[in-house]
T-cell receptor, first 114, second 109 residues
Framework: DAMVIQNPRYQVTQFGKPVTLSCSQTLNHNVMYWYQQKSSQAPKLLFHYYDKDFNNEADTPDNFQSRRPNTSFCFLDIRSPGLGDAAMYLC?????????????FGEGSRLTVL | DAKTTQPPSMDCAEGRAANLPCNHSTISGNEYVYWYRQIHSQGPQYIIHGLKNNETNEMASLIITEDRKSSTLILPHATLRDTAVYYCIVKAGANNLFFGTGTRLTVIP
């Protein structure tokens, strides 16, 4: 059974129309990550939550926001998507303290911007 | 976190061992070596990690040189389903995971 579930798997939006991507986990992990992966590139870390503490990467655009209402759910909000935001968005979880460095990734949400 | 260098692509015959190299000459004492792979259109998948000893699990073996400046991921009997991009990452325990460019492994029938 999938442990990190992302919805929707495919999202089409219009230029400038807000989008929300969701991630849920059944692992009870305290850390959740959002990565952006553009075509033929490596995943790029946008931000992460350590419990309720939000940590933004320095080069993450202000257009990207995130919410984590509880341990199980995390949302990625793109306020005004541009053509350059078309990408696969990957959610991952980790339980810190176990020192495995093993992140559990979802299948991703592929965003198309028209 | 230390930077890694990997060949952009490699081929391997089905059933043979796939040996994927990674250079991490600036690795520091508290940094682990992690390997992930990403099959097309899926999320990355953890494979294995190590500090200085060689490691083996059900998926692969990790060989780390004595000076820790390089490592090799070994898939002992590659199958077509092992075709993927393989990422070698070094990081200290509490730091975030940053992906490099990886090696695209193609397993050939």
């Amino acid at each position: 059974d999938a442990m990190v579930i992302q919805n929707p798997r495919y999202q089409v939006t219009q230029f400038g129309k807000p989008v929300t991507l969701s991630c849920s986990q059944t692992l009870n992990h305290n850390v959740m990550y959002w990565y952006q992966q553009k075509s033929s590139q490596a995943p790029k870390l946008l931000f992460h939550y350590y419990d309720k503490d939000f940590n933004n990467e320095a080069d993450t655009p202000d257009n990207f926001q995130s919410r984590r209402p509880n341990t199980s759910f995390c949302f990625l909000d793109i306020r005004s998507p541009g053509l350059g935001d078309a990408a696969m968005y990957l959610c991952a979880t980790e339980r810190t303290g176990q020192n495995t460095g093993e992140l559990f990734f979802g299948e991703g949400s592929r965003l198309t911007v028209l | 976190d230390a930077k890694t260098t990997q060949p952009p692509s490699m081929d391997c015959a089905e059933g043979r061992a796939a040996n994927l190299p990674c250079n991490h000459s600036t690795i520091s004492g508290n940094e682990y070596v992690y390997w992930y792979r990403q099959i097309h259109s899926q999320g990355p998948q953890y494979i294995i990690h190590g500090l200085k000893n060689n490691e083996t699990n059900e998926m692969a073996s990790l060989i780390i040189t004595e000076d820790r400046k390089s490592s090799t991921l070994i898939l002992p009997h590659a199958t077509l389903r092992d075709t993927a991009v393989y990422y070698c990452i070094v990081k200290a325990g509490a730091n975030n995971l940053f992906f490099g460019t990886g090696t695209r492994l193609t397993v050939i029938p």
